[in-house]
């Protein structure tokens, strides 16, 4: 059996979340952890998952001072997180550290066993495959989407990926370990690098794990430009 973690910001009252469910085994569990809003409350009404729970709003700079709090930072280190790079927006973002929070969250929710677990946005798109997966990834692999526009090696993503039940367990845990990913992601001239760099740098360093592209996905490009950007 399969189990869907959906977590973030609902935004289109599950339309595209249904593009994902209808390429899925009938019998695939979904667990939800939405920031409380109305439009999560609609997705949660749509879609009926076997958990979820609703997540209380707060503004960003109350995630940034409960990483702090976790985090002995140095001055210089402070003063990069919060100063943002013209360029490369490289500050630390609230949006970042509740997506993490939300992923935890979620997977917290799981119960019982599950052969794989995917991890999702619930605003992405899924073209293909239909049943037929490609969720042939080992015990410590993390798979993620290939796509035409996005080159090897950097096929990094935040936004949907996928793992045994295991792995996923403590990659969904990065939120807590952030404090230890900090002194590896944090770039003197840039900031803090970003979300998909500091995942990756976990799966593979902290949790001993390994990035594969998977090519039979194919997510809407649109789409996730739209999630880069939202």
Request: net charge positive.
């Amino acid at each position: 059996m399969i189990a869907v973690c959906v977590s973030g910001q609902a935004r289109d009252n599950g339309k595209w979340l249904k593009q994902l469910v209808k390429r899925l085994p009938e019998n695939t569990d979904y667990y939800f952890a939405f920031f409380d809003s109305i439009l999560a409350e609609k997705t949660i009404k749509t879609h009926s998952p076997k958990r979820y729970k609703l997540l209380k709003q707060r503004p960003g700079e109350w995630w940034r001072e409960q990483l702090l709090e976790r985090y002995d930072a140095t001055e210089e280190q402070k003063r990069v997180l919060y100063t943002p790079d013209k360029k490369r927006g490289g500050c630390l973002r609230d949006n970042p550290l509740r997506m993490f929070y939300a992923i935890k969250e979620c997977n917290d929710l799981v119960e019982g066993y599950y052969e794989y677990v995917i991890r999702a946005r619930p605003d992405i798109r899924i073209n293909r495959p239909k049943y037929d997966l490609g969720l042939w990834v080992k015990s410590h692999e993390i798979g993620v989407p290939m796509n035409s526009w996005t080159p090897i090696p950097y096929y990094r993503s935040d936004k949907f990926f996928f793992g045994t039940q295991s792995m996923m367990k403590k990659v969904s845990n990065l939120y807590e370990d952030l404090p230890k990913v900090l002194d590896k992601t944090i770039n003197p001239e840039h900031g803090w690098l970003s979300p998909e760099v500091t995942l990756h740098w976990a799966i593979k360093h902290l949790y001993g794990g390994e990035t594969v592209p998977i090519k039979a996905w194919d997510i809407d490009r649109y789409r996730v430009k739209y999630a880069i950007y939202s």
